[in-house]
């Protein structure tokens, strides 16, 4: 593996890496904590997951955190799961939020972008006074430090308020975007039994108005635990009955007040895609998710107090929580609220450069959509503020890493991540001292012992195998609701390897150091007794331009055989002919090999995925096994349940 791109995509200067963030800290962590002064990133990564306790406490102080009661240790069991992150310290995440309030007052906290494309800023004094109004009105309807708050909100600058006001309090902030349907929303909800609902009358997407009132009600009815409800005339409407008004919560001039919490106290519930049972719901702490972010954000990203901090993302998605902690580095963060290729495909380009982004974060899925449909973003826009553009979601393809070369700018530092929702974090990525290479993630992150395992717990280089953490990282979840015992947290991530973290992904941790992400190991395609990544399929396949998208599965037969059938959604006119098909089964056989080669190739109308865009494998293979539609997944958590009914219907003909 680590031959395959001998030869960077991009290096970074001497001058970029003597101005990183990440190099100022490595030298004053050698001063102060005995970190390797020498050595570069592998030098400090090895030393962060050596000296666990160490690094953890030098970034506390690097970034100032204040702890208003002092921690007893670093860290009191270290056990997983179970590790227990500064025992004795208490403190607010929203504190920390709201620190650039002080010194940046006039200047744009957030920077609001609709589908007119222009940006409305809220500065960092608005941002703090609203917050600290409505905190003062939660504490009066009775939120009390654990208490749950809602959000049905799009990404606009009041879920960031709302979001801050609940962790000021010391509550339990949970969200969903408004084009998730009421189901969908209940099945989350419903968990954590919300005290409060924040939430718009409908949104606007791709040029249209979507009115919600009818769900808003519906939720209503359907979480007797509610004692209040605020209405976000974002379509002007009135407030419904019994609703409170937003503009009323939020029109005082009150400094916030601010609950010092213990470190592990709940910040957030997040909720895993839920596929094919009830959505997971991961509870992350105060203080693990702001010593993580600082971490991420200030070290591994760059971000500080001259940097705008864009990344594509709805409040259905940890990315979102992720782009609100920017504020933590003193940044202002974009929220864009609309469709991402609206009112043409290049639509995220053009807010990037209106808004002056720095590091603009997306999908690898809209990056190759840019790539099929001929966007020329640098000829089209002034990108010149780009430093960094970011991807997640899933793996990008080599072919993406050169577009973004080749059509945004040469000197352009390209930070494919890869993380979780479970820990509301990367585990390897950006790296802003380290070269680019073509379809790598630069390393594994600081703080993370990242390593490829084989089925027997043996440590793998230039070799394919599961993802795993073998130390704790400080956002983990503390637990998952309604989890009493554990066993659902524990069977989720350390059943395989006891006391190890496996997160389901293969992965490839290279000689040199990077990281290739093949996709998930859950879905595994085994051939022949050779495992390989549905990743590498999709990234070979979606070259085609007749190909829109793919799936591929691959499924153990009653007779002890293996059918691996590749679903392909064409582009517009294309036609899935022979000649199409012969050059899909040769395009897979010389650039992956011929174990690869499916069985058959079928047309179909879509791809389904999950409400956050990622491609649903397995409650696929159920269907294709028999499994009823009902048991195969959980309809809530579809973006388009029409689609399985073709793949229901194959499993019902097929011989």
């Known amino acids: 593996m680590s031959t395959v791109n001998p030869q960077p995509l991009w290096q970074p200067t001497a001058e970029r890496i003597a101005e990183a963030r990440i190099t100022r800290f490595q030298a004053w962590a050698a001063d102060h904590h005995g970190a390797p002064a020498d050595g570069g990133y592998a030098a400090l990564h090895r030393w962060s997951v050596e000296e666990l306790e160490t690094f953890w406490k030098a970034v506390t102080e690097w970034f100032d955190v204040r702890f208003t009661t002092p921690y007893e240790r670093v860290l009191g069991d270290r056990s997983m799961p179970g590790a227990q992150w500064f025992p004795g310290a208490t403190l607010n995440y929203a504190e920390h939020a709201l620190r650039a309030a002080d010194s940046r007052a006039d200047q744009p906290a957030l920077l609001h972008v609709d589908e007119t494309h222009d940006p409305h800023p809220v500065t960092w004094a608005d941002l703090r006074r609203q917050v600290g109004s409505l905190a003062a009105e939660l504490r009066a309807l009775g939120v009390r430090p654990g208490d749950r708050v809602s959000g049905y909100l799009p990404n606009i600058p009041e879920a960031v308020v709302a979001l801050l006001a609940t962790a000021a309090v010391g509550g339990v902030w949970t969200s969903c975007a408004p084009d998730f349907g009421a189901r969908s929303v209940l099945d989350r909800f419903q968990q954590v039994e919300p005290v409060v609902l924040f939430t718009v009358d409908g949104y606007r997407y791709g040029g249209k108005e979507h009115d919600r009132r009818e769900i808003v009600a519906e939720l209503r009815r359907e979480l007797p635990t509610l004692r209040a409800v605020v209405h976000i005339p974002l379509l002007g409407t009135d407030a419904p009955d019994g609703a409170l008004e937003w503009s009323d919560l939020t029109a005082a001039d009150t400094a916030p007040v601010f609950e010092q919490v213990p470190f592990d106290h709940p910040l957030w519930v997040l909720y895993s895609s839920g596929t094919t049972g009830l959505p997971k719901a991961i509870v992350q702490s105060q203080g693990g998710i702001l010593v993580e972010h600082l971490k991420q954000l200030g070290l591994h990203c760059d971000l500080g107090p001259e940097d705008r901090f864009f990344w594509y993302t709805s409040t259905g998605w940890m990315m979102w929580n992720f782009l609100v902690s920017g504020l933590l580095t003193g940044t202002t963060v974009v929220l864009y609220d609309g469709s991402p290729g609206h009112p043409d495909t290049g639509a995220q380009w053009r807010i990037a450069e209106r808004t002056g982004a720095t590091l603009y974060g997306t999908s690898a899925a809209y990056v190759m959509a840019c790539r099929k449909a001929g966007v020329h973003p640098s000829r089209d826009h002034d990108l010149s503020a780009v430093k960094c553009v970011a991807t997640t979601g899933s793996p990008l393809p080599p072919d993406g890493f050169r577009w973004l070369h080749d059509e945004v700018r040469h000197d352009l530092w390209i930070?494919?991540?890869?993380?979780?929702?479970?820990?509301?974090?990367?585990?390897?990525?950006?790296?802003?001292?380290?070269?680019?290479?073509?379809?790598?993630?630069?390393?594994?992150?600081?703080?993370?012992?990242?390593?490829?395992?084989?089925?027997?717990?043996?440590?793998?280089?230039?070799?394919?195998?599961?993802?795993?953490?073998?130390?704790?990282?400080?956002?983990?979840?503390?637990?998952?609701?309604?989890?009493?015992?554990?066993?659902?947290?524990?069977?989720?991530?350390?059943?395989?390897?006891?006391?190890?973290?496996?997160?389901?992904?293969?992965?490839?941790?290279?000689?040199?150091?990077?990281?290739?992400?093949?996709?998930?190991?859950?879905?595994?395609?085994?051939?022949?007794?050779?495992?390989?990544?549905?990743?590498?399929?999709?990234?070979?396949?979606?070259?085609?331009?007749?190909?829109?998208?793919?799936?591929?599965?691959?499924?153990?037969?009653?007779?002890?055989?293996?059918?691996?059938?590749?679903?392909?959604?064409?582009?517009?006119?294309?036609?899935?002919?022979?000649?199409?098909?012969?050059?899909?089964?040769?395009?897979?056989?010389?650039?992956?090999?011929?174990?690869?080669?499916?069985?058959?190739?079928?047309?179909?109308?879509?791809?389904?995925?999950?409400?956050?865009?990622?491609?649903?494998?397995?409650?696929?293979?159920?269907?294709?096994?028999?499994?009823?539609?009902?048991k195969a997944v959980n309809p809530g958590s579809i973006d388009n349940l029409d689609l399985l009914a073709h793949y229901q219907e194959l499993a019902r003909t097929r011989p």
């Not at 390393?443 to 070799?463: F, I, V």
């Not at 879509?606 to 028999?626: A, F, N, S, W």
Request: net charge negative; proline share 9%.
């Open 415 to 630: 930070a494919s991540v890869s993380g979780g929702t479970d820990v509301c974090s990367c585990f390897a990525g950006a790296v802003p001292t380290l070269p680019v290479h073509v379809g790598e993630l630069q390393a594994p992150c600081l703080g993370t012992d990242l390593q490829s395992w084989d089925p027997s717990g043996k440590p793998l280089t230039d070799e394919v195998g599961e993802l795993v953490v073998t130390n704790p990282m400080p956002s983990m979840p503390i637990h998952f609701w309604n989890d009493p015992d554990g066993s659902r947290y524990h069977e989720s991530y350390f059943d395989t390897y006891p006391g190890v973290w496996r997160h389901g992904d293969w992965i490839t941790l290279t000689s040199r150091g990077s990281v290739v992400i093949h996709g998930r190991s859950d879905s595994t395609l085994n051939r022949q007794g050779v495992r390989m990544g549905s990743a590498d399929i999709y990234e070979a396949v979606e070259r085609l331009p007749e190909i829109k998208e793919s799936l591929v599965v691959g499924i153990e037969q009653p007779d002890g055989g293996y059918w691996m059938p590749l679903f392909v959604h064409l582009a517009p006119g294309a036609t899935l002919d022979d000649d199409l098909t012969d050059r899909i089964r040769k395009t897979i056989r010389t650039q992956l090999s011929p174990r690869h080669v499916p069985d058959e190739i079928i047309e179909v109308p879509g791809i389904p995925h999950t409400l956050t865009g990622k491609r649903i494998e397995v409650p696929v293979k159920r269907l294709l096994q028999g499994t009823p539609l009902e």
